[in-house]
């Protein structure tokens, strides 16, 4: 399908904001996700794969609610907790719910740095943010972690002295092996004080590989190829942090609020995850 004109425009205003090369041709991760989360910042190539892949799994929109929904009860689980700066890794665009607005209802003193690898994701997501002085989202790839710990920005938002929430929501099962995710969440791990957390919700098949297997081959057209990991290796990156009960787990059952309804009918339990604090 090919873009109106609006979307043209927007698409010549990103490439002049930035100089890696995008590809609109395919659908990307995180428009998709805001299609299916019913946002407004997705072009009709990802609205036409939304179809096909809700059509081939009925029900999958709850996947993509149940990682907010997740996201938001860890966000307000830390936030309680008194976590108040956060590193989303891999943000995509940070609407309907996202970090910063999570916090928002809660407290002013926060803040919040939103990474992210796509271009027009990043193009998309800075005039969200220009009212919110306690956020901004860089264009920088998780697999470089120096180059976004040692950011202006992050020198701006981010006091490392203090504990820091590292956000890897949904986002590790899109690096391939051989980045060695698990050696890069240890990177993160050691680079944040005492009383940090890490928040992960991955992929995985270990309960129900079926559709796993059919989500993953959905995605290996996209511009996103997606590698689902077993349970035990999510457990693993959690490794010589506190758990933070009920530990890692298919995360519909991490703290789930009796009202929540992707937890009443769950559909597909592919997303396992979790929350663990760096001991002090
Ligand atoms: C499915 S979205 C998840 C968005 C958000 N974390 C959430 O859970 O709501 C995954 C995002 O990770 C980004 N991403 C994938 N690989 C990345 C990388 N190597 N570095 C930075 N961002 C990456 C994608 O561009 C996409 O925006």
Known sequence: MSPTENEEHTMVDAQRLLSREMDIDRPCAARIYDAFLGGGHNFGVEREFAERLQAAMPGVAGVFREN????????????????????????????????????????????????????????????????????AIIHADIREP??????????????????????????????????????????????????????????????EPEPMNL??????????????????????????FEPQAPGACYIGDWRPEPDQPAHRHPRYRIMHGGVARKPR
């Open 146 to 207: 120096e180059a976004i710990l040692r950011s202006p920005e992050a020198a701006d938002l981010i006091d490392f002295e203090q504990p820091v929430a590292l956000v890897m929501s949904a986002v590790l099962h899109f690096l391939d092996d051989a980045d060695d995710p698990l050696r890069l969440v240890r990177t993160y791990q050691d680079a944040v004080a005492p009383g940090s957390a890490l928040m992960i919700s991955h992929l995985t098949g270990s309960e």
């Open 68 to 135: 907010r929904a997740f996201l938001r009860r860890t966000v307000e689980h830390l936030l309680a907790r008194g976590v108040r700066q956060f590193v989303e890794l891999g943000s995509g665009i940070p609407t309907i719910g996202h970090v910063h607005e999570v916090a928002l209802r809660r407290t002013r003193r926060f803040s919040v740095l939103y990474v992210d690898n796509e271009p027009l994701t990043v193009a998309h997501s800075r005039p969200l943010l220009d009212d919110e002085p306690r956020a």
């Open 215 to 240: 989500l993953t081959a959905f995605y290996s057209e996209t511009a996103d190829p997606m590698v689902a990991r077993p349970a035990e290796w999510i457990a693993e990156c959690f490794a010589g």
